[in-house]
């Protein structure tokens, strides 16, 4: 079964062709990274104009790229929250449309289950899909979730930011040390020649809960930047590498830690990293060291906004009988559990 994904939730232009929700037909990606950049953010209306201009061509790329033609397709799976509405319409009316105009099943994903399904992703046959129960980590600009997923569909949320997330953190951070967006890229880079020990940041550990909270961390950060800055040396000699890897240390110890903790209280038999930080090498390097369960986590280009990783998901969902209707919006709030 191929099925045609197009994500537009955020600031990416995404299509892609799965077959049978594990093996990449094409995934192609329209980033405007540089176009927001000049922001320090993500604007909406830029984003949304930009989705305008871009998805026929990355649409019509993806179908050539995967050999295909309409013809071929089987379903379209497409985002339709959460995310900023203008970017969310544009790909929803576009998945409309082909389905309508081939008579194709309409599936509507959400954001954050597509990015748990790209772990379901391979680029060899051989490779075995993930076993449940099992929990996952969604860390991203937007989200900090622990999903507990015993079987396909089925997400039970055991704890989330209760402030800043993970990549919202890096963001901030990132902008504080003037590294430039997208903050996560950056602050790794900076940290590869930090030292972490220099500056022993604070962590949030919420004992007795899954939650998460990342605003103290950032504002110690924030502190820090000022007490240097007013030393004599000023901001020419402030350590940017030794903050952001302290930085990066403080995030990814309090993520591995509680990570690993709730996989054991919940008896799963793996732990899953998702969403654009989930790219970060430390947290992948940790995370692996640290848990006694098998860690699984997409390859770099899965994790951050593509469309691969949603047509995976609407090809589950279609197994499961779920196809929407006609009248599917936008819903930029939508949660997963």
Request: glycine share 8%; with cysteine; charged share 20%.
């Amino acid at each position: 079964m191929n099925v045609l994904g197009i994500e537009t939730s955020c600031d990416e232009t995404a299509a892609a062709v799965v077959e049978d929700g594990r093996r990449i037909l094409s995934n192609v990606v329209a980033s405007q990274v540089e176009l927001h950049a000049l922001y320090g953010g993500v604007v909406p209306e830029v984003a949304s104009r930009q989705h305008v201009r871009t998805i026929v061509p990355i649409v019509e790329r993806a179908l050539a790229q995967a050999g295909l033609k309409w013809e071929n397709l089987d379903a379209v799976a497409v985002t339709y929250g959460p995310g900023l509405a203008g970017s969310l319409l544009v790909g929803l009316n576009m998945a409309k449309a082909i389905a309508l105009a081939r008579g194709l099943p309409l599936v509507g994903v959400n954001h954050l289950e597509g990015h748990i399904y790209a772990n379901w992703i391979v680029t060899d046959k051989e490779t075995p899909p993930p076993q449940f129960p099992l929990l996952c980590l969604i860390v991203s600009g937007g989200h900090t979730d622990l999903i507990l997923m015993r079987e396909h569909g089925e997400y039970q949320l055991l704890g989330r930011t209760l402030d800043d997330a993970a990549g919202e953190a890096f963001d901030k951070v990132a902008r504080l040390l003037d590294l430039g967006y997208p903050g996560g890229p950056a602050i790794q880079r900076a940290a590869t020649s930090g030292r972490p020990e220099n500056f022993p940041l604070p962590r949030a550990w919420l004992r007795g809960t899954h939650n998460f909270s990342f605003s103290g961390l950032k504002t110690a950060v924030l502190r820090l930047v000022d007490e240097l800055s007013r030393r004599p040396d000023g901001r020419t000699a402030l350590p940017v590498a030794d903050l952001a890897a302290s930085f990066q240390e403080a995030v990814v110890d309090v993520l591995v830690e509680k990570t690993v903790e709730a996989a054991l209280l919940h008896e799963v038999r793996e732990i899953l990293l998702a969403g654009g930080v989930a790219a970060n090498a430390l947290l992948r390097q940790h995370t692996a060291q640290r848990s006694p369960l098998p860690v699984r986590f997409p390859p770099p280009n899965l994790c951050t906004d593509n469309a691969a990783m949603i047509a995976a998901a609407g090809y589950f969902r279609l197994q499961a009988g779920k196809v929407d209707s006609w009248d599917l919006d936008a819903v930029p709030t939508l949660r997963l559990a």
